[in-house]
Nanobody, 131 residues
Framework: QVQLVESGGGSVQSGGSLRLSCAASGDTYSAYCMGWFRQAPEKEREGVATINSDGFTNYADSVKGRFTISQDNAKRTLYLQMNSLKPEDTAMYYC?????????????????????????WGRGTQVTVSS
């Protein structure tokens, strides 16, 4: 089993920055995919970014150029650096992980839902961006 715990959420003004962290514990895998998802009130959960064990990344169009996903293998921690935040970024942010040889495409994630690919999820951290 894998446990995931998010942190780093908070309130920030439009244009500000936040860095989210997701600490992993439990089983380890040589091949895996991890990702960030978000869900705003009364909206469906959407994929934000993914990264695999080789460091290959993918992003939703809405965050390209503003967000950066990264990982620290020694600390077993996933990060999401969020810059130039907008009010529409306000949401609960979740990290997810699973043993995968490659990450699914963002198109596949949006079409099938994140739970179709990722078994392990954190409980979320709230990000609020004010205008």
């Amino acid at each position: 089993q894998v446990q995931l715990v998010e942190s780093g959420g908070g309130s920030v003004q439009s244009g500000g920055s936040l860095r989210l962290s997701c600490a992993a514990s439990g089983d380890t895998y040589s091949a895996y995919c991890m990702g960030w998802f978000r869900q705003a009130p009364e909206k469906e959960r959407e994929g934000v970014a993914t990264i695999n064990s080789d460091g290959f990344t993918n992003y939703a169009d809405s965050v390209k150029g503003r967000f950066t996903i990264s990982q620290d293998n020694a600390k077993r921690t996933l990060y999401l650096q969020m810059n130039s935040l907008k009010p529409e970024d306000t949401a609960m942010y979740y990290c997810a992980a699973d043993r995968l040889w490659g990450c699914p495409s963002m198109t596949a994630v949006q079409a099938r839902g994140g739970s179709a690919f990722f078994r392990y999820w954190g409980r979320g951290t709230q990000v609020t961006v004010s205008s």
